[in-house]
């Protein structure tokens, strides 16, 4: 099984940087894909970046140019640098991890953009 922990959610003015960090723990070696989601007021969960075991990056459309999603393998750890923020990425942050069984998620932080 496999355990995810987000932090570094929080209040931040519009235009402003924050960074997220997910720790995986349990059966990491058995992890591929890891990445975040994330669910605002009254929409649904999209997707916002996902890293592959392989270093392929993808992102949503509405954070490309900037927001950076980075891996560290050796500390089965994902990071998320949120740049340029507006008011639209107030969301719930989910972190996920993929293995040959199943998607992981985490318990999500809470990231508030302030005009």
């Known amino acids: 099984q496999v355990q995810l922990v987000e932090s570094g959610g929080g209040w931040v003015q519009a235009g402003g940087s924050r960074r997220l960090f997910c720790a995986a723990s349990g059966s990491t070696f058995t992890i591929y894909d890891m990445g975040w989601y994330r669910q605002g007021p009254g929409k649904q969960r999209e997707l916002v970046a996902l890293n592959s075991i392989g270093g392929i990056r993808k992102y949503g459309d509405s954070v490309k140019g900037r927001f950076t999603i980075s891996r560290d393998n050796a500390k089965n750890t994902v990071y998320l640098q949120m740049n340029s923020l507006k008011p639209e990425d107030t969301a719930v942050y989910y972190c996920?991890?993929?293995?040959?069984?199943?998607?992981?998620w985490g318990q999500g932080t809470q990231v508030t953009v302030s005009s």
């Open positions: 996920y991890a993929d293995d040959t069984l199943e998607r992981h």
